[in-house]
């Protein structure tokens, strides 16, 4: 997950709303990374998850929007994601980075 969410910072570093819009490399790079995240969360345990504040439903539920109802999804939406959303759940990671049992680290 958190490799997804470098990628996703890297990918909008210098970007601004317009330019996402504009952008459709750009759009698609980060609904594949949130794709990503999405896939990644519904691998954890249960127990992990319950041990954070983190809204893994809402996650694992974009994750199947993007794939299975693609054109419901709106840019403006996703932007709002990446720009509040992901700096959060990138924050909680790290911080709990340590008290993820081994097996799960590899998806966090």
Same mark, same amino acid.
């Given at each position: 997950?958190?490799?997804?969410?470098?990628?996703?910072?890297?990918?909008?570093?210098?970007?601004? #709303?317009?330019?996402?819009?504009? !952008?459709? +490399?750009?759009? *698609?790079?980060?609904?594949?990374?949130?794709?990503?995240?999405?896939?990644?969360?519904?691998?954890?345990?249960? %127990?992990?998850? *319950?041990?954070? !504040?983190?809204?893994?439903?809402?996650?694992?539920?974009?994750?199947?929007?993007?794939?299975?109802?693609?054109?419901?999804? %709106?840019?403006?939406?996703?932007?709002?994601?990446?720009?509040?959303?992901?700096?959060?759940? +990138?924050?909680? #990671?790290? !911080? *709990?980075?340590? +008290?993820?049992?081994?097996?799960?680290?590899?998806?966090?």
């Amino acid at each position: 997950m958190l490799d997804a969410m470098r990628k996703i910072r890297a990918y909008t570093d210098d970007v601004s #709303l317009e330019e996402f819009l504009k !952008n459709g +490399e750009k759009q *698609s790079a980060i609904i594949l990374q949130l794709i990503i995240i999405g896939e990644l969360a519904k691998k954890l345990s249960n %127990t992990l998850k *319950s041990q954070t !504040n983190i809204p893994w439903k809402q996650i694992a539920g974009l994750r199947d929007r993007a794939v299975h109802d693609y054109y419901s999804l %709106t840019m403006k939406d996703v932007w709002s994601t990446v720009q509040n959303d992901i700096p959060v759940l +990138e924050k909680v #990671l790290k !911080n *709990s980075l340590e +008290e993820i049992p081994e097996e799960e680290r590899e998806a966090a």
